[in-house]
């Protein structure tokens, strides 16, 4: 075939639209493929790349692993806060319904060691605003004593373990012949722990 009819049908093909579309998505394919290529590096990248990479990794490890420490001795701390918070109000909060026994017989105990005469009580229970484990109870009772006496039945009140709080006191007239004897009425005060829907 002669070469004039070859290029008469190339310039006849070139004219076809279809195939500049076909050559144009062929185009569009191949670069298509060579962007991919790059982005994705499909084949791995080079040593130095794998280098990169892996100390980026190993960074990234440190980090999570440091952070993993740092939370677990958050936690360790908070369960030995919770730990000891239990332990303290375990041994100074007493329970609701046993603290008015343990605490009239305190008194009595302290009284006699004071060498003062501890009168008739009175209990009275108030809720703890903002706290549904707290109750408020406040023991009104008389005494009678010597002034010194009475002064070391208050210091034996004040070191309790139990935190008893003197919220008030009222003394009387000296009622004995030599006016040595004074009539005193406290109010003492102590934080109790109460179950959620219990006594109050």
């Not at 605003?129 to 009475?150: C, H, L, M, P, R």
Request: charged share 20%.
């Amino acid at each position: 075939m002669p070469k004039n009819s070859n290029l008469a049908g190339i310039q006849s093909g070139i004219r076809d639209p279809r195939v500049v579309m076909r050559v144009i998505i062929g185009l569009l394919l191949v670069a298509n493929l060579a962007a991919a290529v790059v982005a994705f590096k499909p084949f791995g990248g080079s040593a130095e790349d794998l280098r990169r990479d892996r100390d980026s990794l190993a960074a990234q490890l440190d980090a999570m692993q440091a952070r993993i420490q740092a939370s677990k001795s958050k936690v360790e701390k908070v369960q030995k806060a919770r730990t000891e918070g239990d332990e303290f109000l375990g041994k100074y909060f007493m329970d609701v319904r046993t603290a008015s026994s343990t605490i009239l017989l305190e008194l009595h105990e302290m009284a006699g060691q004071a060498g003062v005469k501890m009168g008739t009580e009175q209990f009275d229970y108030q809720p703890v605003e903002g706290s549904d484990t707290f109750v408020k109870q406040t023991i009104t009772a008389g005494f009678d004593g010597t002034y010194a006496n009475f002064m070391k039945f208050i210091n034996l009140v004040d070191r309790s373990p139990r935190f008893l709080i003197i919220e008030s006191m009222q003394a009387a007239a000296p009622q004995a012949q030599n006016g040595q004897s004074i009539a005193v009425t406290l109010k003492i005060v102590a934080f109790l722990r109460d179950m959620p829907g219990g006594m109050l």
